[in-house]
């Protein structure tokens, strides 16, 4: 028999989940060990629980930072390349106005590639692992999965049938 055990509880609204995450705290079970799956954006701080650490910032600065590195290599080095140098009238060789649309264009455009890919790193997309899902979370329902001992198994279900939780289940995990 395994110690611990997947569990999926069901909520029809947001207040009853978060009470359930803030109780499950309560009998013993870490943040780091429950999960609230919804259908709509739900953030850390509508369920009272710590924001989530990710890399994103980091990576789209690192992107900002080589966009504008492209942005200097096209504004002050790319014109000394040619073999003939292109000289307009009395305008310098490498005119401001322009070399700062240049600049601004591609630090945005490192920035914003290098973000979604961010993104997309960080959220394992796509996965083809079979995840612990429900069709209830399509239909608007709040899902809190969670990992306990098994021998608390009965008195968190009880917990949480009491604060409202429409089933509480062991999860499966399907193909999506």
Known sequence: MAEKVDLLAVFPDLEPAANAVERLRALGVHDDRMNVISGVPVTEAMLGRAPQWTNVPRIAMGGAILGFGVGVFLAYIAPFLYPYPIQVSTQGFVPGPPTAVVLFEMTMLGMLLSTFLGVFLESFFPNYRPMKYLPEISDGKIVVFFECAYAEENK??????????ESVRPAEAQPL
């Open 156 to 165: 968190i279900t009880d917990a949480l049938k009491k604060l409202g939780a």
